[in-house]
């Protein structure tokens, strides 16, 4: 039970990314009149992972059926198409193929095809001859078609998202400090020295959400582990047609070099 004071919002995001963005329009759609803020330290939304990512809407293929994981992204990915076009956001479902170049990567391969046909995704068996149907200068042992993986300019998204959230969003504001007290709600400073009340806090703070959590006072319970990785444009690019990607390697299954 929150006591009333003065709240300057009923819900107080942190983060502009596309998880804070959708979440303020997730808010505000569920509860007409919620009063949403959203806080975000840099200039403009989608400075961090969602305007630096590699824009493909992934289908849910990899995830174990059944799994929250699952549903969510291929659902995600039927609304992220139904969203760009509502709003005029540059995409297209190009489709994906997924190629086995060795022997030991045909019964992953096969695996994924249940696994995407369990998950309810569009999954078509290639062999050698059938690859070059999709990408003529692509060679491989085996390869899967995957229908519904398509590409979004996600910082236009996140942009529409901050637009039709109809939320407060407030950039340049940075939260240094989180007092938060049962019954009151939370109130956040930023680094400029204003203060923000709200009922309730939603932490999106993408890949700093570790030092926000302890800012609150709570013990994340987890370490993010950075990845360096490397994006290259191709001198030739009329050489691939759509998405073609490895078969993932278990050992290190959210790597790999992709041409996207
Ligand atoms: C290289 C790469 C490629 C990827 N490719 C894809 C892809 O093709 N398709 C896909 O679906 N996903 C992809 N992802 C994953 C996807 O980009 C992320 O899951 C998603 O963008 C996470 O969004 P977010 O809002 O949680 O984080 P972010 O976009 O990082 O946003 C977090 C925000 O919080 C703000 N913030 C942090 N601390 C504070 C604070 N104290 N006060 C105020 N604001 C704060 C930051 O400034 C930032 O704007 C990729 C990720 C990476 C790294």
Do not use: W
């Amino acid at each position: 039970m929150v006591r009333d004071v003065a709240y300057d919002c009923d819900v107080l995001v942190i983060g502009g990314g596309i998880v804070g963005l959708s979440t303020a329009y997730a808010i505000t759609r569920a509860a007409p009149g919620t009063r949403v803020t959203v806080l975000e330290k840099e200039p403009g939304p989608a400075r961090h992972q969602t305007g630096r990512n590699s824009g493909v809407i992934h289908s849910g293929i990899y995830y174990r059926p059944g799994s929250l994981k699952a549903r969510y992204a291929v659902r995600g990915a039927a609304e992220m198409v139904k969203f760009c076009a509502e709003y005029g956001i540059a995409h297209e479902v190009t489709g994906k193929l997924i190629v086995a170049t060795e022997r030991d990567e045909l019964p992953r391969l096969h695996a994924l095809v249940q696994r995407g046909r369990e998950n309810g995704i569009p999954v078509r068996e290639l062999g050698p001859a059938q690859i070059s149907e999709y990408e003529p200068e692509v060679r491989g042992l085996a390869a899967i078609h995957v229908g519904t993986t398509g590409i979004c300019d996600y910082g236009a998204v996140a942009e529409r998202l901050a637009d039709a959230s109809g939320a407060e969003v407030r950039y340049g504001a940075e939260v240094v400090r989180i007092d938060r007290r049962a019954a009151l709600g939370v109130a956040v400073r930023t680094a400029d020295g204003a203060v923000v009340r709200g009922k309730a806090l939603v932490n999106c703070a993408g890949l700093q959400c570790d030092r926000v959590a302890m800012l609150a006072g709570d013990d994340p319970e987890m370490r993010i582990v950075p990845f360096r990785g490397e994006y290259f444009d191709l001198a030739r690019p009329e050489l691939v047609r759509g998405l073609v990607y490895p078969v993932p390697d278990p050992a290190f299954p959210f790597l790999g070099v992709h041409l996207t």
